[in-house]
C-alpha cells in the first residue's frame, strides 16, 4: 500500500456534491482481485493512525484529483484539430474523411495512438471513449497501445456504408463481421471497452443500423457510441432518410442502439419527447462544447436535459472540439450553459462542471464507482494538480475564499500545465 497527503477533490456517491479535504489522505492498494484501488480517503488527522508502517508521500500545496473522463473524441483526428470549415457536413468531406482514410495503413494508425494517449495523459485524461476509423486495424493500434500503458480506454470500427467516399466506406455485411470479431479480441481484456459505433444514422443503410443493433442486443455490456443533433443541416438530412422514424434520435432507438452504456455525442437540436426517450432507455449524451462552439452547431440545453432528467457528461470532440483539455471544456461548458438566446441560460456551478468531466461521465458510461472519482474502491486513476503552476493561477488561486472560487479560478485559467503528475492503477 502507499499514501498521499495533499488536498484531495472527489465527489459524493449520493448527488453531484463535491467533498474537499484540505489536509487529507489518500490510501491505494491493491484489492481482493489485484486492482489498484483507493483503500481509504479522508481528512489527514482522522485517517492516519490507521494505517501505521505505510508510507506516505506528502505534497504540500497539490490537490489530488480524478483522472478526467472524456466521453466522447476521436483518435485519428488527433491532426483533424484547428481545421477551418464552413460547418459539420463540409468539415467532414474537406478535412476529416480525407484524413481518416490513412488510418488503412496500420503502422501509421500505431503511431497517432501513441501520440493520442500521450496528449490525453498530459492533460490528465485517463479514460475516454472513443471513435477509431472504419479501419479495424485502428482499433487494433488503440487497443494495443492502451494495454500497454495499463489504461481503461473504449473504442470501436466507425460504421459508414454510404455517404462515405472512398477510403473510409465500408461494406454492410463485412463491417458487421469486423465489429464482432474486434468485441471477441478486446471487449473486456485488462481494462479495454469495446464500443458498437455507428458513425452517425446518415452514413449507415438499414442493414447497418439493424446489424449493429442486433450486436447490441448480444452484447450487452458492450458500449454503442455515435452522433445525434448536432446541426440542423444533419437534423434535416436524417428525417429525409428516415422518414419512418419520430426524429433523428428515434431513428437509433428504431434498430435497438439506445439503452444502458449508449452514449450519443451533442444531443442540441432536441424536442421533449427526445429527451424523455433518452431517460427512459438509461442512453446518456456526450456533450461537446467546444466542438459545437467552433463548428457553430448550437448549444447544449442543459435545463431541459435536467427538467426530463437524462443522464449526461462532458466531452472534447477532438479533432471537431479545439482542445485535449478538460479545463477548455470545463469553460466551454460554462459558455454553452449561459447562453439565454436558444434556451434558458443559467449559470453551472464550478464543482458541477468539474463532477461532468469526472464522476458524472463515469455515471454515463455505467463506470461509476470504477473511475471519475477518489471514493474507496475506484481504481487508482488520479492526478496532482498545481494550482500555482502559472503566475496569475497563484495570485488567483491563492485569494480563492472557498472550493467553488478555487475550482472556477482553475477552469478558466487552467490548462495542461496545472497537470503535474498522472497516475495509472497506482503507478505514475
Ligand atoms: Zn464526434
Given amino acids: 500500500m502507499k499514501a498521499y497527503r495533499a488536498a484531495i477533490l472527489r465527489f459524493s456517491t449520493d448527488d453531484r456534491t463535491a467533498i474537499y479535504d ?48 472524456d466521453l466522447h473524441i476521436h483518435f485519428p483526428q488527433t491532426d483533424v484539430i484547428g481545421s477551418p470549415a ?31 494517449l500521450d496528449e490525453l495523459l498530459r492533460n490528465g ?38 455517404h462515405s467516399p472512398d477510403g473510409v466506406r465500408d ?14 479480441r478486446w471487449h473486456g481484456v485488462d481494462r479495454l471497452g469495446y464500443a458498437i459505433t455507428p458513425r452517425f444514422a446518415p452514413s449507415c443503410t ?11 442486443a448480444k452484447y450487452k455490456d458492450v458500449w454503442i457510441q455515435s452522433h445525434v443533433a448536432e446541426n440542423l443541416d444533419e437534423v434535416k438530412w436524417a428525417r429525409e432518410l ?69 443522464k ?7 479533432g471537431g472540439g479545439t482542445s485535449f483539455s478538460p479545463f477548455h471544456t470545463m469553460l466551454a461548458a460554462y459558455y454553452v450553459g449561459r447562453e439565454g438566446q436558444t ?34 474502491g475506484c481504481e487508482a486513476d488520479f492526478i496532482v494538480l498545481n494550482p500555482r503552476a502559472t503566475p496569475l493561477l497563484a495570485r488567483k488561486t491563492q485569494q480563492s475564499r472557498n472550493l467553488e472560487e478555487l475550482l472556477f479560478a482553475m477552469i478558466v485559467l487552467g490548462d495542461d500545465r496545472l497537470i503535474e503528475r498522472v497516475v495509472i492503477s497506482g503507478a505514475r
Fill in 86 to 116: 464552413e460547418g459539420l457536413l463540409p468539415w467532414l468531406d474537406n478535412f476529416t474523411f480525407p484524413h481518416e482514410s490513412r488510418f488503412v495503413d496500420a503502422a501509421y494508425a500505431r503511431e497517432v495512438a501513441i501520440v493520442f
Fill in 171 to 184: 461494406h454492410t455485411e463485412q463491417s458487421l463481421i469486423d465489429t464482432e470479431a474486434l468485441i471477441n
Fill in 22 to 69: 484540505e489536509d487529507g489522505l489518500l490510501v491505494i492498494g491493491p484489492d481482493a482481485t489485484g486492482r489498484q484501488v483507493v483503500r481509504a480517503v479522508g481528512a489527514y488527522s482522522s485517517l492516519a493512525g490507521d494505517f501505521p508502517g505505510v508510507a506516505v508521500e506528502h505534497l504540500p500545496g497539490r490537490i489530488l484529483a480524478p483522472g478526467f473522463v
Fill in 125 to 162: 485524461v485517463t479514460t475516454a471513449l472513443t471513435f477509431a476509423t472504419s479501419h479495424p486495424s485502428s482499433v487494433d493500434a488503440l487497443f494495443e497501445a492502451s494495454k500497454a500503458r495499463g489504461l481503461r480506454m473504449i473504442t470501436g470500427k466507425v460504421l459508414q456504408d454510404r
Fill in 206 to 216: 438499414d442493414a447497418q443500423l439493424r446489424g449493429a443493433g442486433e450486436l447490441a
Fill in 343 to 376: 434556451k434558458p441560460g443559467l449559470s453551472i456551478p464550478p464543482h458541477q462542471l468539474w463532477w461532468q468531466h469526472t464522476a458524472g461521465a463515469a455515471e454515463a458510461l455505467g463506470l461509476a464507482g470504477t473511475v471519475g472519482n477518489l471514493q474507496p
Fill in 312 to 318: 449526461y457528461g462532458l466531452a472534447s470532440d477532438v
Fill in 242 to 310: 428516415f422518414p419512418a422514424s419520430r426524429s433523428y434520435l428515434s431513428i437509433y432507438n428504431d434498430f435497438g442502439l439506445m439503452r444502458e452504456r449508449a452514449i450519443y455525442a451533442h444531443c442540441i437540436h432536441f424536442d421533449d419527447e427526445d429527451r424523455a426517450l433518452m431517460r427512459d432507455t438509461g442512453t446518456a449524451a456526450a456533450v461537446s462544447p467546444t466542438s459545437n462552439l467552433f463548428l457553430g452547431s448550437g448549444f447544449f440545453d442543459y435545463a431541459g436535459a435536467d427538467r426530463v432528467g437524462f
